[in-house]
Structures are given as structure tokens and as C-alpha cells.
């Protein structure tokens, strides 16, 4: 079955350090993976997706299939990447999102 | 343009009751999905709608339901009210659903009393 899993539910960083927050997954076959991103107040938003290799805010995520993993990184925190962050892939049937309960990143001035 | 409207944006029901909350999609946006969030069990998919024809459902009981209208908006329903229910009900839209990027709106907060 399709499972997310983000071990860490808070993780709290100095300005300036770098970040990882992790996500492993389980799926049958080559999943197409996102990262979303929930800042204080806001909306659930996309922050990126494996498939178009991009960099935003900063923040990149590498899928490795051999450790089923799709850590998201950034070299440099800052204050306004605190917020809660969840890793998803599609889920059991088409047309729907498994999410990964979340991770708190706190930035720490 | 204008964002996912979710309404009501917060609702106090008793335990057997029901409820009804609205989606408004974004404009063109002809899939809307519903996730419910809890603090427990995180965000959770009930199910996705397309042209007015339910596509897939999750694994929730029989007294969640939904329908999409002509005009892409949507309702979910959950009948005979438990406190379980209480929760953070999120609808998002897509162009066409699939693992296509999601547009959420601000949710309705259910509270069951």
C-alpha cells in the first residue's frame, strides 16, 4: 500500500544552518512525488515537485528510488521557511494525494 | 484570480446532526477533491470529484458523501454527526485531477458537541 512517512514531527533550526526534513515512502512502481507547504495563516500550497527538477525558495528534493526516499533540502534557513511541511504521492486509486502527517521546521532567529 | 472558496469557514454541530459545506472551485478548475485533516490522522483523501461524476473515494464510511454540480462546485455531506468527526474539512481543486498540483482552500472547521 502507499504509505508516506515523515519521521520528525517538529524540527527546529538556526538561521543560517542547513535543513533536511525527510520523507520515505512506500509504492509500487515510479511515483511522482511533491512537497507541500503550509505557512502560519495560509493556505496548503504546492512547494515543489520531483518532476520538474526545480528549485524554489531555495529548497530542492532528490527522489532516490534505491532508499525510497525524497528528503527535502535547503542549504541556508530562514525565518520565513518556518511552517509545516508535508511530503505526498498519489495515492491507493487515481486522482487522489497520500500525504505524510508533517513536519513542523522552525527557524530559530 | 480568485482562490478556493470553502464555506461555512467554521460550524459548531451535536452529535447526530448533519452537515453540509460548499467549494467553489477556481475558475476553470473542473476537479475538486476533499481531504479531511485531524491532528491524529493528518490529511486524509474522502474523495474527487470530475464533471459531476465521483471518480474515487477514500476509505471513510457511508455517511460521507459529495456531489459536484455543472458549474464544478461542490458539497460534502456527513450525516448522523460522532465526535470523531470533528475536524479541518479541506477542498482542493485541479485542472484535472490525477497528480496534477492541488489549489486548496482555507477549510471549514467542523466541531461536534
Known amino acids: 500500500a502507499q504509505r508516506v512517512t515523515q519521521p520528525e514531527k517538529l524540527l527546529s533550526v538556526f538561521k543560517g544552518a542547513p535543513v533536511e526534513l525527510k520523507c520515505n515512502y512506500s509504492y509500487s512502481g515510479s511515483p511522482e512525488l511533491f512537497w507541500y507547504v503550509q505557512y502560519s495563516r495560509q493556505r496548503l500550497q504546492l512547494l515543489l515537485r520531483h518532476i520538474s527538477r526545480e528549485s524554489i525558495k531555495g529548497f530542492t528534493a532528490d527522489l532516490n528510488k534505491g532508499e525510497t526516499s525524497f528528503h527535502l533540502k535547503k542549504p541556508f534557513a530562514q525565518e520565513e521557511d518556518s511552517a509545516m511541511y508535508y511530503c505526498?504521492?498519489?495515492?491507493?486509486?487515481?486522482?487522489?494525494?497520500?500525504f505524510g502527517k508533517g513536519t513542523k521546521l522552525s527557524v530559530i532567529p | 484570480k480568485a482562490g478556493v472558496t470553502q464555506t461555512p469557514r467554521y460550524l459548531i454541530k451535536t452529535r447526530g446532526q448533519q452537515v453540509t459545506l460548499s467549494c467553489s472551485p477556481i475558475s476553470g478548475h473542473r476537479s475538486v477533491s476533499w481531504y479531511q485533516q485531524t491532528p491524529g490522522q493528518g490529511l486524509q483523501f474522502l474523495f474527487e470529484?470530475?464533471?459531476?461524476?465521483?471518480?474515487n473515494k477514500g476509505n471513510f464510511p457511508g455517511r460521507f458523501s459529495g456531489r459536484q454540480f455543472s458549474n464544478s462546485r461542490s458539497e460534502m455531506n456527513v450525516s448522523t454527526l460522532e465526535l470523531g468527526d470533528s475536524a479541518l474539512y479541506l477542498c482542493?481543486?485541479?485542472?484535472?485531477?490525477?497528480?496534477?498540483?492541488?489549489?486548496f482552500g482555507e477549510g471549514s472547521r467542523l466541531t461536534v458537541l
Open positions: 505526498a504521492l498519489p495515492g491507493a486509486g487515481s486522482y487522489q494525494l497520500t
Open positions: 482542493a481543486s485541479s485542472l484535472t485531477g490525477g497528480s496534477g498540483e492541488l489549489f
Open positions: 470529484y470530475f464533471s459531476e461524476t465521483q471518480r
